[in-house]
């Protein structure tokens, strides 16, 4: 009932910023709960920064102070702003919904709808 479509995944040098968005349709009640996760190869996908009504805006530890969620409800979009990149950021960064939820939003298996994904590497 959901799709979401990420873009502005690039290279970029450390410190460098990148700013991803997520275009989402469907049912705005499976999409009340939206987050950002990434993954890199041979490691479980990492919840990065979610928003929902019940929980606000949360946040990884590794990402805080450097990553912004927002979003524009009026353009159904999701963004990730991502400031002070890290070689360790390096990772394809997925859009992900959910139906409300106030708690657990960075847990992968709360999220039925997930984008394609969009690389970002971070080189040194």
């Known amino acids: 009932q959901v799709q979401l479509v990420e873009s502005g995944g690039g290279s970029v040098q450390s410190g460098g910023s990148l700013t991803l968005s997520c275009a989402a349709s469907g049912s705005t009640y499976f999409r009340n709960t939206m987050a950002w996760f990434r993954q890199v190869p041979g490691k479980e996908r990492e919840g990065v920064a979610a928003?929902?009504?019940?929980?606000?805006?949360t946040y990884a530890d590794s990402v805080k102070g450097r990553f912004t969620i927002s979003r524009d409800n009026a353009k159904d979009k999701l963004y990730l702003n991502m400031n002070s990149l890290k070689p360790d950021d390096t990772a394809i960064y997925y859009c992900?919904?959910?139906?409300?939820?106030?708690?657990?939003?960075?847990?992968?298996?709360?999220?039925?709808?997930w984008g394609q994904g969009t690389q970002v590497t971070v080189s040194s």
């Open positions: 992900a919904a959910a139906p409300f939820m106030y708690t657990n939003v960075l847990a992968a298996d709360r999220y039925n709808y």
């Open positions: 928003n929902s009504g019940g929980a606000g805006t």
